[in-house]
């Protein structure tokens, strides 16, 4: 038997994966002492890595006397990273090195840079790299390229983008890789910019690069993007592959256009779990959980395993529409198949119990759940915070913080709401100093929550502070010091500080108006109000909200222009009768004793809501006020006779870092009877205008 005819064996062998006809050549091979035959011995080589038979492939290399060909080292290169065996190609590129007859070529770098990129090897590809130089190779364009994908790889995108731009010559792969690295470091409009180069210089895209850039119209929303592209590959007749399909799925999924997205999901002819994945989160953003489980159920009936990406969108589309029973059904789903979840589906699992308003089970779901990631406590902390669980909010921060979990700004944000709800200062220093020992005073967004904590406690010296330490300053935090200067009474200050955001190029929205008009409101600026009121409608085109227009009543009603303030209610129908803005406008007429129009807006609000006793209670204030004690008293009969009572006050303050909360003749507090002999000490005082001395209480 010759040796053309034994290649010709044994590269049918290669092909149908035959290893014992293949033992049975490599036997004849030895027996006809042909064992250093170098391709007879590359070919076996491939014969026992496409049989995933390794340890006979390192066995024949070994029996080579003398391996002085470097086709054969490159052929065992290339199937040690074609199996993913990046530690045992960089130990034979060493091995390779120690032989001084042996120079590696253009076809062993590449193979070396895969392992190096695979394996994350930064300081091992740089070496590599070097050597490309100093040998003169970096001319070649595929080692070039195999060096842009190291670095990509090594998440070093600066790296791979310099030795891009610096290439003479490109192919299509280093294209496709300097895309991925703009999209990976978030820096998808470049990502679309090199795509447009790409083609502008003749490559055509390939699955890989659409793939990428479709994905990144999906991060940017970009559907006019997104369509131009699909246009561009359906004209060109590009056979879509499940790749590029999910792409699409997705890009279409999460720009809202659900149908389109459902359409080319329903096409693809084997659907791979992506694909699947791609088009339940289409319907988890719109909150269709209903959707979602239809979609899940024929996943299992097609056999398509899902992954824990699946139960994190299915969980969020129920979190979304807040069906707990369906949630529940896929958490049994979870518990039922032994399903390991991680962090991200255990938080899933929180916030879904949490927007249901199942507090004690999203508590036992984070019980359940390992504590060394800081995720799940930021979503415990947020889900307190928006139920109104504030106190139980800044004890978990506290419980994080002894279980020595590092808070990230996501904490930081979640948590400061909590100090704002309750008024306490004392804890929003602490946090304060927190952020501080974290080196986060440079973020954005921790100083801004920090800010708006400061301004709506009252804390104006501390949120002048933060302000002035800001490194770049947004509409929010132009806004929160705005509103911080407006509940101290100082509206010069608010108008001083606006005219200079206007300076500083930032736009006022609705919300900064409503704090400017507040502050003139307060501090009784009836003109200068107006005149923001026009300047947000005419020069902005800011069109007013019912908290707008209610502050605008409150303006002109706390200045006795009440006939004025009802004019713009009648004025305009949309809000001619909401029941916010006459209440508002009602508790004027009171403060200014104007009866004929005080009546007029009661008989409205009672027509609208007979139940709600505080529009009777405001009406006998506003007769009593007035001396009109008959009718005063038949109000007082009404409410009687309605067994309507008034919702009591309630207050808080902070004592050593604890809440203490008071409702109005409160008699549940531990020591309400030590409270209420206070309370009389100081008001005989009061009465006296004599001041108390501590030591006398």
Same mark, same amino acid.
């Given at each position: 038997?010759?040796?053309?005819?034994?290649?010709?064996?044994?590269?049918?062998?290669?092909?149908?994966?035959?290893?014992?006809?293949?033992?049975?050549?490599?036997?004849?091979?030895?027996?006809?002492?042909?064992?250093?035959?170098?391709?007879?011995?590359?070919?076996?080589?491939?014969?026992?890595?496409?049989?995933?038979?390794?340890?006979?492939?390192?066995?024949?290399?070994?029996?080579?006397?003398?391996?002085?060909?470097?086709?054969?080292?490159?052929?065992?290169?290339?199937?040690?990273?074609?199996?993913?065996?990046?530690?045992?190609?960089?130990?034979?590129?060493?091995?390779?090195?120690?032989?001084?007859?042996?120079?590696?070529?253009?076809?062993?770098?590449?193979?070396?840079?895969?392992?190096?990129?695979?394996?994350?090897?930064?300081?091992?590809?740089?070496?590599?790299?070097?050597?490309?130089?100093?040998?003169?190779?970096?001319?070649?364009?595929?080692?070039?390229?195999?060096?842009?994908?190291?670095?990509?790889?090594?998440?070093?995108?600066?790296?791979?983008?310099?030795?891009?731009?610096?290439?003479?010559?490109?192919?299509?792969?280093?294209?496709?890789?300097?895309?991925?690295?703009?999209?990976?470091?978030?820096?998808?409009?470049?990502?679309?910019?090199?795509?447009?180069?790409?083609?502008?210089?003749?490559?055509?895209?390939?699955?890989?690069?659409?793939?990428?850039?479709?994905?990144?119209?999906?991060?940017?929303?970009?559907?006019?993007?997104?369509?131009?592209?699909?246009?561009?590959?359906?004209?060109?007749?590009?056979?879509?592959?499940?790749?590029?399909?999910?792409?699409?799925?997705?890009?279409?999924?999460?720009?809202?256009?659900?149908?389109? /997205?459902?359409?080319?999901?329903? $096409?693809? !002819?084997?659907?791979? @779990?992506?694909? +699947? %994945?791609?088009? *339940? #989160? =289409? &319907?988890?953003?719109?909150?269709?959980?209903?959707?979602?489980?239809?979609?899940?159920?024929?996943?299992?009936?097609?056999?398509?395993?899902?992954?824990?990406?699946?139960?994190?969108?299915?969980?969020?589309?129920?979190?979304?529409?807040?069906?707990?029973?369906?949630?529940?059904?896929?958490?049994?789903?979870?518990?039922?198949?032994?399903?390991?979840?991680?962090?991200?589906?255990?938080?899933?699992?929180?916030?879904?119990?949490?927007?249901?308003?199942?507090?004690?089970? /999203?508590?036992?779901?984070?019980? $359940?759940? !390992?504590?060394?990631? @800081?995720?799940? +406590? %930021?979503?415990? *902390? #947020? =889900? &307190?915070?928006?139920?109104?669980?504030?106190?139980?909010?800044?004890?978990?921060?506290?419980?994080?913080?002894?279980?020595?979990?590092?808070?990230?700004?996501?904490?930081?944000?979640?948590?400061?709401?909590?100090?704002?709800?309750?008024?306490?200062?004392?804890?929003?220093?602490?946090?304060?100093?927190?952020?501080?020992?974290?080196?986060?005073?440079?973020?954005?967004?921790?100083?801004?929550?920090?800010?708006?904590?400061?301004?709506?406690?009252?804390?104006?010296?501390? /949120?002048?502070?933060?302000?002035? $330490?800001? !490194?770049?300053?947004?509409?929010?935090? +132009?806004?929160?010091? *705005?509103?911080? &200067?407006?509940?101290?009474?100082?509206?010069?200050?608010?108008?001083?500080?606006?005219?200079?955001?206007?300076?500083?190029?930032?736009?006022?929205?609705?919300?900064?108006?409503?704090?400017?008009?507040?502050?003139?409101?307060?501090?009784?600026?009836?003109?200068?109000?107006?005149?923001?009121?026009?300047?947000?409608?005419?020069?902005?085109?800011?069109?007013?909200?019912?908290?707008?227009?209610?502050?605008?009543?409150?303006?002109?009603?706390?200045?006795?222009?009440?006939?004025?303030?009802?004019?713009?209610? $009648?004025?305009?129908?949309?809000?001619?009768?909401?029941?916010?803005?006459?209440?508002?406008?009602?508790?004027?007429?009171?403060?200014?004793?104007?009866?004929?129009?005080?009546?007029?807006?009661?008989?409205?609000?009672?027509?609208?809501?007979?139940?709600?006793?505080?529009?009777?209670?405001?009406?006998?204030?506003?007769?009593?006020?007035?001396?009109?004690?008959?009718?005063?008293?038949?109000?007082?009969?009404?409410?009687?006779?309605?067994?309507?009572?008034?919702?009591?006050?309630?207050?808080?303050?902070?004592?050593?870092?604890?809440?203490?909360?008071?409702?109005?003749?409160?008699?549940?507090?531990?020591?309400?009877?030590?409270?209420?002999?206070?309370?009389?000490?100081?008001?005989?005082?009061?009465?006296?205008?004599?001041?108390?001395?501590?030591?006398?209480?």
């Amino acid at each position: 038997m010759d040796t053309a005819k034994i290649l010709h064996l044994l590269r049918s062998c290669i092909l149908s994966k035959s290893l014992r006809e293949g033992k049975i050549l490599h036997q004849k091979i030895i027996t006809l002492g042909l064992q250093n035959h170098i391709a007879l011995c590359r070919n076996l080589i491939n014969l026992y890595f496409s049989c995933h038979s390794f340890t006979y492939a390192k066995l024949v290399f070994r029996s080579i006397d003398g391996p002085l060909d470097t086709s054969l080292w490159n052929g065992f290169l290339a199937a040690y990273t074609k199996n993913f065996m990046f530690n045992e190609a960089l130990e034979l590129f060493q091995h390779l090195l120690h032989f001084p007859y042996l120079k590696p070529d253009s076809y062993t770098y590449p193979s070396v840079f895969k392992a190096c990129g695979g394996l994350g090897k930064l300081g091992c590809g740089k070496m590599v790299h070097s050597h490309v130089v100093r040998n003169g190779l970096l001319s070649d364009v595929v080692i070039t390229s195999s060096i842009v994908a190291m670095y990509a790889k090594c998440s070093v995108f600066n790296l791979a983008i310099q030795l891009f731009d610096e290439m003479p010559e490109r192919d299509g792969a280093c294209w496709n890789t300097v895309i991925s690295c703009y999209y990976q470091s978030g820096q998808c409009e470049r990502a679309l910019q090199i795509y447009e180069e790409m083609k502008s210089v003749g490559f055509v895209p390939d699955s890989v690069t659409l793939t990428t850039i479709i994905s990144a119209c999906a991060r940017l929303s970009d559907l006019e993007k997104g369509k131009e592209i699909h246009r561009e590959l359906l004209q060109n007749g590009f056979v879509l592959d499940s790749f590029v399909s999910s792409a699409l799925v997705d890009m279409y999924g999460k720009c809202g256009c659900l149908e389109i /997205a459902r359409g080319i999901f329903e $096409q693809i !002819p084997t659907k791979t @779990v992506v694909a +699947w %994945n791609s088009m *339940i #989160s =289409g &319907y988890s953003l719109k909150g269709d959980s209903r959707s979602c489980i239809e979609l899940f159920g024929r996943m299992n009936k097609e056999g398509t395993k899902p992954t824990l990406t699946t139960f994190g969108s299915l969980l969020t589309a129920c979190s979304r529409s807040a069906t707990l029973q369906q949630g529940k059904c896929i958490h049994g789903y979870i518990v039922r198949n032994v399903l390991e979840a991680d962090i991200f589906v255990c938080g899933s699992l929180i916030d879904l119990y949490f927007n249901c308003g199942s507090i004690k089970s /999203a508590e036992y779901v984070f019980h $359940q759940t !390992p504590k060394a990631n @800081v995720f799940c +406590w %930021n979503v415990m *902390i #947020s =889900g &307190y915070v928006r139920a109104g669980y504030f106190y139980e909010a800044l004890g978990i921060f506290r419980y994080m913080r002894e279980a020595g979990v590092k808070p990230d700004p996501v904490t930081f944000t979640g948590i400061l709401p909590a100090c704002t709800q309750l008024g306490a200062t004392d804890e929003g220093k602490q946090i304060h100093n927190y952020i501080i020992e974290n080196k986060l005073e440079k973020n954005e967004t921790v100083m801004g929550a920090l800010l708006d904590m400061y301004a709506k406690c009252g804390a104006l010296e501390e /949120a002048l502070g933060v302000f002035n $330490q800001l !490194p770049e300053r947004d509409l929010v935090s +132009w806004t929160s010091m *705005i509103t911080a &200067y407006g509940s101290h009474g100082q509206a010069f200050e608010s108008i001083k500080l606006f005219n200079s955001m206007q300076q500083s190029n930032v736009k006022p929205d609705g919300v900064t108006f409503l704090a400017l008009i507040s502050s003139c409101s307060h501090a009784g600026l009836v003109d200068e109000g107006c005149h923001f009121f026009n300047q947000m409608t005419t020069q902005y085109r800011i069109q007013p909200t019912i908290e707008l227009y209610s502050c605008m009543l409150d303006l002109l009603g706390r200045a006795g222009r009440v006939h004025e303030a009802y004019e713009i209610l $009648q004025r305009i129908p949309s809000i001619g009768e909401n029941a916010e803005l006459l209440s508002t406008l009602f508790s004027a007429c009171h403060l200014h004793g104007e009866l004929q129009l005080g009546e007029e807006i009661a008989s409205v609000l009672v027509e609208k809501d007979p139940d709600d006793p505080s529009t009777y209670i405001i009406l006998a204030k506003l007769y009593a006020s007035l001396k009109k004690w008959d009718e005063e008293r038949k109000v007082r009969s009404k409410i009687r006779d309605l067994r309507l009572k008034k919702n009591p006050g309630c207050s808080w303050i902070e004592v050593d870092r604890r809440m203490e909360s008071f409702l109005a003749e409160d008699k549940l507090h531990p020591h309400w009877e030590r409270i209420y002999d206070c309370l009389a000490i100081l008001a005989g005082h009061m009465e006296k205008n004599k001041l108390v001395e501590p030591e006398s209480w």
